[in-house]
């Protein structure tokens, strides 16, 4: 049973377009959301992350949105360059599975120069 | 790749041949973790270890086993391969179970099952 649904599958942006990514839980005892990057033949790589207490975090181009009462997050990836390129999954987990991550099934992006 | 080591990289094995995986760390993290990629699914947890000899079943632990005998190693072991199991295997190792303290993954093993 998928505790982390994400959406889309895929997504295409023109260079310094605005990439959007969602995604939704059940797991009320989630209090941890990371996104991660994967480029191919790689593992994937701690993005960005948010913890329940606050509805938005900023890092540079990317920004996660949370809303806790309607339990979905999403990711913003402002002017999209083509080294954006990538598959990204949104994640959670809590202290009842040690902080095991449950992940979406992936969103693979493409920006086009 | 925060110290994560991966062996092998690249797997062929026959239908019913046991199978061990290895993931070697270098930062003396508290928990380690084994994940399947596979297309359409995202990753999905497999085991997981949060100290010597402490393991737990994941999501898709069914043919699967664990060992972590050094804080250092978490192997992974198919004893009898199916089909099925031809996948992407990640490790991921965390300091400590915690919100606080982020899974850093390796770079996977490509295993095929014939």
């Known amino acids: 049973q998928q505790q982390v649904k994400q959406s889309p599958q895929s997504l295409i942006v023109q260079k310094g377009g605005i990439s959007i990514i969602n995604c939704a839980y059940e797991?009320?005892?989630?209090?941890?959301f990371p996104w991660y990057q994967q480029f191919p033949g790689k593992g994937p790589a701690l993005l960005i992350a948010?913890?329940?207490?606050?509805s938005e975090k900023k890092e540079g181009r990317f920004t996660i949105s949370f809303n806790k009462s309607a339990k979905q997050f999403s990711l913003h990836i402002m002017d999209s360059q083509p080294g954006d390129s990538a598959t990204y999954f949104c994640?959670?987990?809590?202290?009842?599975?040690?902080?095991?991550?449950?992940f979406g099934k992936g969103t693979s992006l493409l920006v086009t120069p | 790749d925060a110290g994560i080591t991966q062996s092998p990289r690249h797997k062929v094995t026959e239908t019913g041949t046991p199978v061990t995986l290895r993931c070697h760390q270098t930062?003396?993290?508290?928990?380690m973790y084994w994940y399947r990629q596979d297309p359409g699914h995202g990753l999905r947890l497999i085991h997981y270890?949060?100290?010597?000899?402490?393991?737990d079943k994941g999501e898709v632990s069914d043919g699967y086993s664990v060992s972590r005998s050094k804080t250092e190693d978490f192997l992974l072991t198919l004893e009898s391969a199916t089909s099925s199991q031809t996948s992407v295997y990640f490790c991921?190792?965390?300091?400590?179970?915690?919100?606080?303290?982020?899974?850093?993954f390796g770079n996977g093993t490509r295993l095929t099952v014939t």
């Open positions: 991921a190792i965390s300091r400590e179970g915690s919100s606080n303290s982020p899974l850093h």
């Open positions: 797991n009320t005892a989630f209090d941890y």
């Open positions: 948010i913890r329940p207490d606050v």
């Open positions: 994640a959670a987990s809590g202290a009842d599975s040690g902080y095991a991550l449950n």
């Open positions: 930062e003396n993290h508290r928990y």
């Open positions: 270890s949060y100290g010597v000899k402490d393991t």
